[in-house]
């Protein structure tokens, strides 16, 4: 038994008990109703009054021109919309808000905008859109001419950052279902040399953007939702370390922390994404999520006990456990290494009391973070009037 002390983890985030994983070489369902909730770390709803204000939540913009994809995005990340749907879809015609709310650490606003909006106009209050954007993603339809787009996206750019500098910009390169691969890249290295000339002449040298080809027709969406969601998450370095320690001692070779309302991974272990594992991942918790449809009810769907197991026909296992009641760990590793399923399924139970210990500590700062406002705020009423004497 290898023990794993606590002070790794008090580096990242401040806990302060021991931690034992069993070393890998020593001799829950889903409910049916898939939307976000108000929710606490032992599964039990909170008082309204419990959750975190809308103003305190990171906001992602969802911009670009019309018919780019914006709302199909939207509505087939968070929504869970069959991506042929979307082709009735209508065309946005003003901002629309969406509040992503759950006990996991995927809490923020999406704000999508009509494509018609002009940032530049006086009119446009570029404070109060732009001061509290956590994320930008600016959507470019890969199969149209995007001159105009990359046009709107550097005075975009250039508007944000004046307003908040530490945005984070993403550009989705979208709509690249039934491009060749040659085509992809070319656009990708096309609208990255372009619009980085764009922003140099402007002097905006040090912007960091990041690109991504995405469809929803495949699972590319979700994976680029993961990482600009990521960005957002102050315990992201504690949840990868906690990830790597899990694996390191369980024989696993991958494993990702699961949102699975979205199927957006809010964590993996420090070795690379592979793209077809993750589709695996994505399509194990559908498949989990159709049977427990069928087989459980809503409130005993997804439960401590919770877990599923596929095997591949190349020898490779898929192992899924409940973390909470929106949060499942997806593992990926070799038969032979599953024979000592004990010790994986002990340290996983160590793996799931850290995350929510992680968690707790993210609703206390979260609580003093809305106490800090409010008494701020009765500090700016003033001193109460003086009553006057008889």
């Not at 290898?2 to 369902?29: H, K, M, P, T, W």
């Not at 709509?175 to 890249?185: A, F, T």
């Not at 694996?247 to 077809?276: H, R, W």
């Amino acid at each position: 038994m290898v023990s794993i002390q606590r002070s790794l983890i008090n580096e990242l985030s401040g806990l302060d008990s021991a931690l034992c994983f069993q070393s890998y070489d020593d001799d829950d369902s889903f409910p049916k109703d898939y939307g976000y909730g108000a929710y606490n770390q032992d599964g039990l709803d909170l008082e309204p009054n419990a959750t975190s204000s809308s103003e305190t939540k990171p906001r992602i913009l969802l911009m670009g021109l019309r018919r780019s994809g914006k709302s199909s995005i939207q509505k087939v990340v968070f929504h869970k919309m069959a991506p042929n749907e979307t082709l009735f879809l209508e065309s946005t015609s003003k901002i629309v808000k969406d509040d992503i709310n759950n006990s996991s650490f995927v809490q923020f606003q999406i704000w999508d905008f009509p494509g018609q909006i002009d940032f530049i106009e006086p009119t446009f209050d570029s404070d109060m859109i732009f001061g509290g954007c956590g994320a930008l993603v600016f959507v470019i339809d890969a199969k149209d001419d995007y001159n105009e787009a990359l046009t709107k996206f550097k005075n975009t750019v250039i508007k944000a950052h004046k307003v908040n500098p530490n945005i984070k910009f993403e550009v989705f390169i979208h709509k690249v279902d039934g491009i060749s691969d040659d085509s992809k890249m070319e656009s990708q290295r096309d609208i990255h040399q372009r619009s980085s000339d764009d922003l140099g002449e402007a002097g905006l040298h040090k912007i960091n953007l990041s690109y991504h080809l995405t469809s929803i027709y495949d699972h590319s969406i979700f994976e680029a939702f993961s990482k600009v969601v990521q960005k957002l998450i102050p315990q992201l370095p504690t949840l990868e370390n906690l990830c790597n320690i899990f694996i390191q001692n369980s024989g696993i070779e991958k494993a990702f922390l699961f949102d699975v309302v979205s199927k957006i991974y809010i964590a993996t272990d420090s070795s690379p994404v592979d793209m077809q594992t993750y589709e695996l991942c994505c399509d194990m918790i559908d498949m989990v999520i159709d049977l427990s449809s069928i087989y459980s009810s809503e409130e005993t769907a997804f439960d401590s006990g919770s877990a599923s197991l596929i095997k591949l026909n190349n020898n490779t296992i898929l192992y899924l456990r409940e973390v909470n009641k929106f949060l499942a760990l997806v593992c990926i590793l070799r038969e032979e290494n599953f024979n000592r399923r004990g010790i994986i399924d002990y340290n996983f139970i160590c793996f799931r009391d850290a995350i929510s210990e992680v968690f707790k500590l993210r609703l206390m700062s979260q609580a003093r973070l809305e106490n800090n406002d409010q008494d701020d705020d009765d500090d700016d009423d003033g001193p109460p009037p003086a009553t006057p004497s008889p």
